[in-house]
């Protein structure tokens, strides 16, 4: 929804198998409240910042702004901001269209004018990738943590109970009080081997044992089916079971929560006039 901003309804993908569809986003649906789903850009930071150096005017108080029941921001200034298409095209082998965003006016004047960004979907029968292109058009350099927040499921399954987790390997990073990062813990590796859904119950966060953006990825399947979807692209990863078990949220990103305060949160530092891309990806995939 461009105009409501940029919320995933849903994705549908072809199996490599068969070529049958199966819905993996459970996305949006009026009239819930905004992030009563996930499945909504993080930018200029991931998940949880204290203290927010954007606590002030002309960003603060504003209808982009959100906490949590500890007063908390969450998930950045550009959820919620309006879309515009910049271009779009269409092959019998993929589908592209890039957006541009709309800022408010009491943001302008503020260097988030010169910052831009750019959302770019590519969808092909098996996979979405997600790009994101981000230019300093500033006089300084800019830090940033920019991620995105699906929620996932199983086609129509009632929950996700019956689905497996995997990974490429992560470590753990230790969540305090506010579920703000206190510490990695390096000693074990975790989410290598498979592990079903029922009974567990997460809202962790993980970081790719390499550290490595391109080869980590986090993955679920059915046991009822040939197929597995693969959320890659971060180099850490929160993961997160609603109470109604009806979805998972998977969130690549390039950064942990609390970026600009947590030793080893590896902020994006972005040079004066330089630009920097950020691609994720949802695939399907046969095993």
Known sequence: MPDSGGQWIDLVLSSPVDFSPLSV?????????????????????????????????????????????????????????????????????????????????????????FIELKETYILTDHELKIRYQVTNRSEEDFSFALGIHPYFRWGNEENIDDLYLFGTGFYE????????????????????????????SYDSLFKAKDGDSESSYFGFFSMNRKERVLVGGGSFYQVYIPGDRKSIAIEPMTSTGNFLHFSESNPVVLPKKEQKTVEFFIRMESF
């Open 25 to 113: 986003i459970a996305g949006h649906k009026s009239p819930d409240p905004f992030f009563a789903s996930g499945s909504f850009l993080m930018f200029p930071w991931v998940n949880r910042l204290e203290p927010n150096p954007w606590a002030i005017a002309p960003f603060y108080p504003s209808t982009h702004w959100l906490t949590d029941g500890n007063g908390v921001s969450l998930h950045g200034l550009f959820h919620n901001l309006n879309r515009k298409i910049i271009s779009e095209s269409y092959s019998d082998a993929s589908s592209e269209v890039s957006f541009g965003f709309e800022l408010p006016n009491e943001w302008k004047n503020s260097f988030l004018e």
């Open 173 to 200: 990073v230790k969540l305090g009080d506010f579920l703000l990062p206190e510490k990695i813990f390096k000693d074990t590796i975790r989410m290598e081997e498979e592990t079903k859904l029922e009974g567990k």
